[in-house]
């Protein structure tokens, strides 16, 4: 008897632009020369979003054939010292990875991305860096440099300059070694060299983010050069954007399913859902890509737009994640296929955060909340609740505490909100509804966890931090609700408090 050979599987592609054509035939890639790609944006933070959003718009943009696309790949820079991996990751891959959209169904869209085509790890040489930015060809500097990375006072909306590595950088002749740093920086040796600006562009989730990142910018400036704060305030743009699309970490099940589904190996793909929004206002000193042909929105007025994704979308993560989390979760779609929870997001969508709204061009708010409750159902994105509790103290006072002070002055409805502030307070004691431990990620970990654990002798302790909430503290019909919210967390539990609020029964 004959035994026929057991085959081996292909060895899987390592990423690398010499490796493009040998992709299988499944995995989308390139078709331009990227050659004769030039970088002219140089962005900060080459994290998941920024090559989910911003890189794959402009990768679809080159890939289109659009004229003059290709003069507007990407230098990525990394600016703090834990993007080493990431910089060093994508360097041996020649900027290239791999976005894998996740669709409900299963189904699973690999396209390799090719608009990265510089990288920078700044903390090796921050004069490379400031050198980049002062280079004529470079037009626009992007930003994902997270909510909490333009230090700005929660309460007085003021730059925080009392921030060690930005006193540092102040000294006379400091090497720059923050985004603040190097920008103001490169502004500052074009300005001196008689070149135009390049326009600062954050792609972060900020309320008015343009008008944050030039307040801040410009106020590090001024105790830096007075006389660059005024030329920057004169001739810098820095266009506001609302930009949208679930990008859930990258954990070692993606990378496995890339190589054993797709015969990709590569060191740090992204996922993301299929759903992608970029509303950016057209103001630009020295242009821009044709992003309109990727399907960007160019508007005038980005704020109608930025209100409604951070109002809804970004405070209902913060309405799910926390009682998600206490209820026995751990992934948002988890939570979304319960008829309990989807009843209080849409309860809390519908009557308190779409009336401090204003009216935005083109859009049904109904279909708008149902679209966020499905795509926060999608199985296949797997967005942890743990990644939505993360840096609350950097969420909920820019997303969910003006939509709460809106609706204290026009007596609209508060309950769902205060419920929420009262699920993030008893999340920040630290341990679950079973005593297991709660591992809390927050900048200011340290001050919401203590303000948490007064709660059994104050229970408005979690609400005293001014520079979080202002003084909701002090409006009785606030802190009667939550209160009442804390003290149902404490003794009914999770679940049964929603069950409360919403009125329904409770079905597990």
Not at 28 to 46: E, K, L, Q
Not at 387 to 392: D, G, T, V
Not at 450 to 479: H, K, N
Request: contains cysteine.
């Amino acid at each position: 008897m004959t035994t026929t050979p057991a085959t081996s599987p292909p060895r899987p592609t390592t990423l690398a632009s010499a490796t493009l054509d040998a992709l299988p035939a499944a995995v989308g890639r390139p078709t331009y020369d990227r050659t004769a790609v030039t970088a002219s944006i140089v962005h900060f933070g080459v994290g998941g979003f920024h090559r989910a959003h911003e890189a794959m718009y402009v990768d679809r943009l080159m890939e289109l054939g659009v004229p003059g696309a290709l003069d507007w790949g990407i230098c990525g820079v990394g600016a703090l010292p834990h993007d080493r991996r990431i910089v060093d990751t994508l360097t041996a891959q020649d900027g290239l990875y791999t976005l894998v959209v996740k669709h409900p169904d299963g189904h699973r869209e690999p396209r390799v991305v090719g608009s990265l085509v510089e990288l920078v790890f700044a903390p090796d040489d921050p004069q490379a860096v400031v050198d980049r930015l002062a280079h004529p060809r470079t037009r626009i500097v992007s930003l994902t440099i997270t909510e909490g990375g333009y230090l700005v006072n929660q309460v007085t909306g003021e730059f925080d300059a009392a921030d060690p590595a930005i006193r540092a950088d102040l000294e006379d002749g400091a090497v720059p070694r923050t985004v603040f740093g190097y920008v103001v920086a490169g502004l500052a040796a074009r300005r001196d060299a008689g070149q135009e600006p390049f326009t600062v562009m954050s792609c972060d989730n900020l309320p008015g983010n343009g008008d944050v990142a030039r307040t801040m910018m410009t106020a590090y400036a001024r105790l830096k050069d007075p006389a660059l704060a005024d030329w920057m305030d004169e001739h810098v743009s820095f266009p506001n954007g609302m930009v949208d699309r679930i990008t859930p970490v990258t954990v070692q099940d993606d990378i496995d399913r890339l190589v054993e589904e797709f015969g990709v190996e590569d060191g740090w793909p992204v996922v993301c859902e299929p759903f992608t929004q970029w509303v950016l206002e057209d103001h630009f000193t020295q242009g821009r890509p044709p992003l309109e042909a990727a399907g960007v929105q160019l508007v005038e007025d980005v704020v109608p737009y930025e209100l409604m994704k951070l109002r809804l979308l970004n405070a209902s993560h913060q309405a799910l994640c926390y009682l998600g989390y206490l209820s026995g979760y751990r992934y948002a779609h988890e939570v979304c296929q319960d008829p309990l929870f989807v009843d209080f997001l849409l309860g809390y969508m519908e009557h308190e955060g779409s009336p401090t709204l204003p009216d935005v061009p083109g859009v049904d708010l109904d279909a708008y909340r149902h679209e966020l409750i499905a795509r926060f159902a999608n199985p296949e994105v797997r967005d942890t609740l743990a990644r939505l509790c993360a840096e609350s103290s950097d969420r909920i006072p820019k997303w969910l505490v003006p939509v709460i002070r809106r609706n204290l002055e026009t007596g609209g409805q508060i309950d769902s909100s205060a419920l929420v502030v009262a699920s993030w307070a008893r999340y920040a004691e630290g341990v679950d509804e079973q005593g297991e431990p709660i591992e809390v990620v927050d900048r200011v970990k340290d001050r919401v966890m203590a303000a948490a654990a007064q709660q059994g002798t104050d229970p408005l302790a979690f609400l005293r931090d001014r520079d979080l909430f202002g003084d909701l503290v002090d409006d009785e019909r606030f802190t009667s609700v939550f209160t009442r919210a804390l003290s149902a967390l404490h003794t009914k539990g999770a679940r049964e408090t929603l069950q409360s609020w919403t009125g329904r029964s409770s079905t597990t």
